[in-house]
């Protein structure tokens, strides 16, 4: 069974960082990637950056985060993480992460989620 726990979201200022962690279990990086996802008050859910087995050292960004958000693993803690740099008020939502399909210039979504965790910058 895919289980996926987030971690690592809270308050900060425009222009600091936050580092998110995904502990995930129940599948290895053969079998799905891993993608952070983040949906905001009356928005829909938006892929932010996703990195799998296939995408052949080219993560997936989104254009907004490019520069700012970097995607990492750690194999042996089951644990994916994105750290996430100069931070912007529009960054603002929860994020979760989940299984998906991907590689440099696109993002599939399984729709297996985590409970999400959320981040807040104030301007």
């Known amino acids: 069974e895919v289980h996926l726990v987030e971690s690592g979201g809270g308050l900060v200022q425009a222009g600091g960082s936050l580092r998110l962690s995904c502990a995930y279990s129940?599948?290895?990086?053969?079998?799905?990637?891993i993608g952070w996802f983040r949906q905001a008050p009356g928005k829909e859910r938006e892929g932010v950056s996703c990195m799998s087995s296939t995408s052949d050292g080219n993560p997936y960004y989104t254009d907004s985060v490019k520069g700012r958000f970097t995607i990492s693993s750690d194999s042996a803690k089951n644990t994916v993480y994105l750290q996430m740099n100069s931070l912007k008020p529009e960054d603002t939502a929860v994020y979760y992460c989940?299984?998906?399909?991907?590689?440099?210039?696109?993002?599939?979504?399984?729709?297996?989620w985590g409970q999400g965790t959320q981040v807040t910058v104030s301007s």
């Open positions: 129940g599948f290895t990086f053969d079998d799905y990637g």
């Open positions: 989940g299984t998906a399909s991907c590689a440099g210039w696109y993002i599939f979504p399984h729709h297996n």
